[in-house]
């Protein structure tokens, strides 16, 4: 990922405010004549607006008391803060400082209102390190809901790719995620690491100077090259100087740390600093088992670097050839830098992108990348169109098609299964149009995200995911295979789905018809291409 926006939620994240807002909520529960709730429960209730907080906290409060309290507790908490003012959390002011070094744009995402916030940032000397500031006045909409973020990425020009949200309450993690950026979750203020991350935080930190590393993209890939060029170069230098160029070393093959995808979720098993070291198969015969002690016992060294015994296959010293064919599946010719026709129908998307992800560090010789470099080139052309064709087929058959019969029988349980089918075809054709790899399926949609400029196919994709279809709409309707029920979301956007591919067959010269009807272009890719 590229961070160029920080989106900092304020209380509980850049500043200490826990303490004054629990006394004060307490003691404006005193004078209401409420039941005075314990410290937990108020501090769940940071990062709503105060009157959300008050009703959550009193569900059977009726408005009018809800407003009342609302006036008292603001009250009462600017007597608190005049008298002991909030603190920056450590190391909050250098964080800020060093993300404006590194050229980051940072904003404030907030449900306290502005005067109150604006107050708070001119007595730390900090407003002017937020270039924008989006308080509880200025959006309908408010945590955790994703409107403060996309109205921030709207009014700035950003990308969702390119955000990152940074809060210490679920609603911060969840705002985030419900716009589509990057989250990262803080332990120093309200929430837990396990809560957070249940959440579904991205990152989560102990301290903020932690985030530098986030959106300096230190991921496993840079920390793995540092290993490289501090420890393993030199362990190379000094006990294989006659081959150290004919070693080549990177950081590639299976794990989400290889595609820079590595973030606290993904950290939990099979993780650890480590690279490769690939050979071929004469220099292995002639110093690769010395090589691989040499470099394991350097690996044994590292502190806390308990590997898996899978993640010691996936590093360490290997051949070219057995690097490409244990990933691709086949037995590969890494001198010829061919594959057959045969073996490319063979190959599946996702080996090819596992193959081909990550970094290489450095390779004299350039074996091991010419054949990289190959596979790099896309499938040859045949191949390419023969995919194309099936995915449009299964697209078609699956939600142009079979939906809608599915639907009409009211068997929801087979038009759930249409509509999966479809996504996947759909991700499917994208990444082909795009003449890119897909990974692993569990990455394929974020990736997606990335290479989709414009955000439509992406959009309406999550969107696809997330709907179930109206039952409703197809009752009493007499199936036509004629017929597009466009009152059923399913088939509204698959529509949408349809006519983006469209438009990317005919960039590609593939097609001139711009009929969303995907099944009726098989025929003329199969003719055109000479694939009879």
């Not at 160029?4 to 850049?14: A, E, P, R, S, W």
Request: glycine share 6%.
């Amino acid at each position: 990922m590229k961070i160029k926006l920080v989106i900092f939620d304020f209380d509980g994240t850049i500043m200490d405010t826990r303490k004054p807002i629990v006394s004060a909520k307490q003691e404006t529960m005193r004078r209401m004549g409420l039941p005075v709730l314990d410290e937990e429960t108020c501090a769940a209730t940071i990062g709503y607006t105060a009157k959300i907080g008050f009703l959550r906290m009193y569900p059977d409060m009726d408005d009018e008391t809800a407003d009342r309290c609302v006036t008292l507790y603001r009250k009462l908490f600017d007597e608190i803060v005049r008298t002991e003012p909030p603190v920056l959390f450590p190391k909050a002011l250098e964080t800020l400082d060093k993300l404006e070094e590194m050229g980051m744009t940072c904003t404030i995402a907030t449900s306290r209102n502005r005067k109150s916030l604006l107050g708070f940032l001119e007595q730390l000397g900090i407003l002017g390190r937020f270039s924008y500031i989006l308080a509880q006045e200025d959006t309908a909409l408010l945590k955790p809901d994703g409107e403060p973020v996309k109205k921030t990425l709207r009014d700035l020009s950003f990308r969702a790719d390119e955000a990152i949200v940074v809060g210490d309450m679920p609603m911060d993690i969840h705002m985030g995620r419900n716009a589509g950026v990057h989250t990262c979750g803080v332990t120093y203020g309200n929430a837990d690491r396990v809560t957070l991350l249940a959440s579904g935080a991205d990152f989560v930190i102990d301290s903020i100077d932690e985030l530098i590393g986030i959106v300096e993209e230190k991921t496993q890939i840079s920390n793995s090259r540092r290993f490289y060029e501090n420890q393993v170069a030199p362990m190379i230098r000094k006990e294989f100087p006659e081959y150290e160029d004919r070693i080549a070393v990177g950081l590639s093959g299976e794990g989400s740390d290889c595609f820079g995808y590595d973030d606290g979720i993904s950290r939990d098993h099979d993780f650890g600093t480590g690279v490769c070291l690939w050979l071929t198969d004469e220099d292995m015969a002639l110093f690769g088992k010395e090589l691989d002690k040499a470099y394991n016992d350097l690996i044994d060294r590292q502190p806390g670097n308990n590997l898996t015994v899978r993640l010691r296959e996936r590093r360490g010293v290997m051949t070219i050839h057995d690097f490409y064919s244990k990933i691709l599946g086949i037995n590969c010719d890494v001198k010829t830098l061919s594959l057959s026709e045969e073996e490319w129908q063979k190959l599946d998307h996702s080996c090819l992108a596992t193959a081909t992800n990550g970094e290489v560090f450095r390779d004299d010789t350039g074996a091991f990348t010419a054949y990289r470099n190959m596979l790099l080139s896309y499938y040859p052309d045949r191949i390419w169109k023969i995919r194309i064709i099936n995915e449009l087929h299964a697209f078609s058959a699956a939600l142009q098609v079979n939906y809608a019969r599915c639907m009409s029988r009211d068997d929801r349980v087979a038009a759930g299964l249409c509509r999966l089918h479809g996504i996947e075809s759909a991700m499917q054709l994208f990444f082909l149009l795009k003449r890119q790899y897909p990974p692993y399926y569990k990455w394929t949609y974020r990736r997606l995200t990335e290479l989709d400029e414009e955000g439509r196919i992406s959009k309406w994709i999550r969107e696809l995911s997330e709907t179930n279809g109206d039952p409703e709409v197809w009752e009493g309707r007499k199936y036509s295979p004629k017929y597009l029920n466009l009152s059923d979301p399913v088939v509204l956007l698959s529509e949408r789905i349809a006519e983006e591919i469209v438009k990317m067959l005919q960039k590609h010269n593939l097609i001139q018809n711009s009929d969303p009807y995907l099944e009726k272009h098989v025929d003329t890719i199969i003719r055109a291409g000479g694939l009879n």
